[in-house]
């Protein structure tokens, strides 16, 4: 899949209430090392007061909090899926976020878009935040 310009994404108004309202955070490719974006960004959320819930297949525990190896095994309701994996992977994410029916937000880090996943999510009702990051975003705003 080649770059794509974000066609689809959310304005910094919608970006606050986004923060505002989200409880809870899947981190879709959250890595134990600690020295990875995925890993830095999500100890800054838990840092700033959100339940972050950590998506990676392999170890058992990051950042102190239960890995679970996909969103669909994640038991209780997440309000943004914030995801730090290919392009060519978010459709899947945004696939298993809409069976699931309680997602709030889809929020894909720097340098990631996929047109087709965001419209998808869209359409289902979800909010969409593409090629940004979390922690930059919330630490700009807050």
Same mark, same amino acid.
């Given at each position: 899949?080649? =770059?794509?310009?974000? /066609?689809?994404?959310?304005?910094?108004? &919608?970006?606050?209430?986004?923060?505002? /309202? /989200?409880?809870? #955070?899947? *981190? *879709?490719? =959250?890595?134990?090392?600690?020295? @990875? %974006?995925?890993?830095?960004?999500? %100890?800054?959320?838990?840092?700033?007061?959100?339940? #972050?819930?950590?998506?990676?297949? $392999?170890?058992?525990?990051?950042?102190?909090?239960?890995?679970?190896?996909?969103?669909?095994? #994640?038991?209780? $309701?997440?309000?943004?899926?914030?995801?730090?994996? @290919?392009?060519?992977?978010? &459709?899947?994410?945004?696939?298993?976020?809409? $069976?699931? !029916?309680?997602?709030?937000? *889809?929020?894909?880090?720097? !340098?990631?878009?996929?047109?087709?996943? %965001?419209? @998808?999510? @869209?359409?289902? !009702?979800?909010?969409?935040?593409?090629?940004? =990051?979390?922690? *930059?975003?919330?630490?700009?705003?807050?």
């Amino acid at each position: 899949m080649e =770059c794509e310009f974000a /066609t689809i994404n959310s304005n910094k108004q &919608e970006i606050k209430e986004i923060f505002e /309202t /989200t409880k809870t #955070i899947a *981190i *879709i490719g =959250c890595s134990p090392d600690t020295s @990875k %974006a995925s890993n830095k960004v999500a %100890a800054y959320l838990k840092d700033a007061g959100f339940k #972050i819930v950590p998506v990676y297949p $392999k170890e058992d525990e990051i950042l102190g909090e239960k890995v679970y190896r996909s969103l669909s095994d #994640i038991p209780f $309701k997440i309000d943004m899926v914030d995801i730090f994996r @290919k392009p060519e992977v978010i &459709e899947k994410v945004v696939d298993e976020a809409i $069976k699931r !029916g309680d997602i709030n937000t *889809i929020w894909t880090q720097l !340098g990631l878009v996929n047109n087709d996943a %965001a419209k @998808k999510a @869209k359409q289902a !009702g979800m909010k969409v935040v593409q090629n940004n =990051c979390t922690k *930059i975003e919330h630490a700009a705003l807050f």
